[in-house]
C-alpha cells in the first residue's frame, strides 16, 4: 500500500490549488480516504473524506463549500480541490487511507479513530 500526495505550494489568499493523493497496492474506490492537515504548533485535523463506493463525503464545517473532494478511480487518485482560500489553510496536508469506511463521518470520528495507513504530506502555504 502507497499513497503519495502532491500538488501543494503557496498560493494568495482567495487562489486555488488541487492536491492529489495517488494510491497503488488497493483500489481507492473501495476504501475510506482521507485527507487531514497540520499547522505548525497545532494538532493534526481532519479536512475531509470520501468513499466513493458509498457516494459519501465529508468536510470539516471550516471547509465547507470552499474545499471538494473527488475520486478518480481510473487514475486510482483522489483529489482535494480547495478554493478561496485563506491563510488558517497553511498546514501540511496528509492523505490516509482505512478500510474501515464507516469512520469517514464527522471529522471528529476519523479524528478519534485516526485512519489505518497514512502518506507523506504536502506543504501548503496561503499568503495574506
Known amino acids: 500500500v502507497q499513497l503519495q500526495a502532491s500538488g501543494g505550494g503557496l498560493v494568495q489568499a482567495g487562489g486555488s490549488l488541487r492536491l492529489s493523493c495517488a494510491a497503488s497496492g488497493f483500489a481507492v474506490d473501495d476504501y475510506a480516504i482521507f485527507w487531514f492537515r497540520q499547522a505548525p504548533g497545532k494538532e493534526r485535523e481532519g479536512v475531509s473524506c470520501i468513499v466513493d463506493s458509498e457516494g459519501r463525503a465529508s468536510y470539516r464545517k471550516s471547509v465547507t463549500g470552499r474545499f471538494t473532494i473527488s475520486s478518480d478511480s481510473a487514475k486510482n487518485t483522489v483529489y482535494l480541490q480547495m478554493n478561496e482560500l485563506k491563510p488558517e489553510d497553511t498546514a501540511v496536508y496528509y492523505c490516509?487511507?482505512?478500510?474501515?469506511?464507516?469512520?469517514?463521518?464527522?471529522?471528529?470520528?476519523?479524528?478519534?479513530?485516526?485512519?489505518?495507513?497514512w502518506g507523506r504530506g504536502t506543504q501548503v502555504t496561503v499568503s495574506s
Open positions: 490516509a487511507v482505512d478500510r474501515r469506511t464507516w469512520m469517514c463521518n464527522s471529522y471528529s470520528v476519523y479524528e478519534t479513530e485516526s485512519p489505518s495507513f
